[in-house]
């Protein structure tokens, strides 16, 4: 590959969200798509898929839970095409409400693949991401429930301009501490790990477009979060199509976008904070 070739990379993009989003991308995005997966097989037969239907995607094989998978396809960014033109981290989970795993586990499990793990993405991947890059942070409406239902004082900090990454991250922690010692919501904290950890992507995607604006002004690179909306199985409010339409529209804003910029996006529309 040269390294004049434009590509995109979507994280767990198997299926769900960000197989649709990989599929519209394909048919859209001018350049490669690289359909990223934790499991091989798997990854491989979301592609086969989406090449019957005539489109071309590539495939490499990523866990967003190993920092040395993040760094694999980095280096296979760097060495194919000198860099990344547009990263949609999607990769997440969410438990099922009726799901019999303590609610500890799942807070510390949730927490470490949707804000840790994405924070990771980033911090290896944003530095190959070449000027006028987009960035997409797939997280949810349920990150601004989680923080309303937070008390008083966490929703001063999480709303707070001058909140550092660090800081964020060591709210995250005391979040699964909390919830370990059985003290979460004496704490302000809601019941929602998911909640939590999308308002952490919510949160994070502020900070780092502002080291952005910081360290790479003139790079002009866009870096926002997003709701697709409520696309998960049958009971889904959206379709699948309907749920690409925000996160596609911040991953192909043109070249000489200046906004939205560290926003919060829903139906293409900024959130208020």
Not at 11 to 33: H, M, Q, S, W, Y
Not at 77 to 102: H, Q, S, W
Request: net charge negative; hydrophobic share 35%; glycine share 8%.
């Amino acid at each position: 590959m040269s390294s004049c070739t434009r590509v995109a990379l979507v994280t767990g993009a198997n299926k769900g969200i960000g197989f649709a989003i990989t599929r519209e991308l394909c048919r859209r995005f001018p350049g490669d798509v690289v359909l990223t997966a934790r499991d091989q097989a798997r990854g491989r037969a979301a592609v086969q898929q989406l090449q019957a239907e005539g489109l071309s995607p590539r495939f490499h094989q990523l866990d967003v839970d190993d920092l040395q998978s993040i760094r694999a396809v980095r280096d296979f960014l760097r060495k194919e095409y000198g860099g990344l033109n547009v990263l949609v981290n999607n990769a997440g989970i969410a438990f099922e409400t009726e799901d019999p795993m303590p609610f500890d586990i799942q807070a510390e499990m949730t927490l470490k693949t949707n804000f840790f793990a994405t924070r990771n993405v980033c911090t290896e991947l944003l530095p190959i991401v070449k000027p006028h890059g987009r960035v997409v942070n797939i997280s949810s409406s349920q990150g601004f429930r989680a923080l309303e239902d937070c008390g008083e004082a966490l929703q001063e900090r999480f709303r707070c301009n001058t909140l550092t990454e660090g800081d964020l991250v060591d709210l995250m922690k005391k979040f699964v501490e909390d919830v370990k010692n059985e003290v979460h919501e004496r704490e302000g904290w809601p019941d929602s790990a998911y909640g939590v950890s999308k308002l952490g992507v919510t949160v994070l995607s502020r900070i780092i477009a502002r080291q952005l604006d910081e360290k790479r002004k003139a790079d002009r690179i866009l870096l926002n979060a997003c709701c697709p909306g409520d696309t998960a199985g049958d009971q889904g409010s959206r379709s699948l199509e309907q749920g690409v339409e925000t996160p596609v529209y911040l991953a192909l804003l043109p070249p000489d976008a200046t906004e939205p910029h560290g926003q919060f996006v829903c139906d293409k529309v900024v959130q208020n904070w």
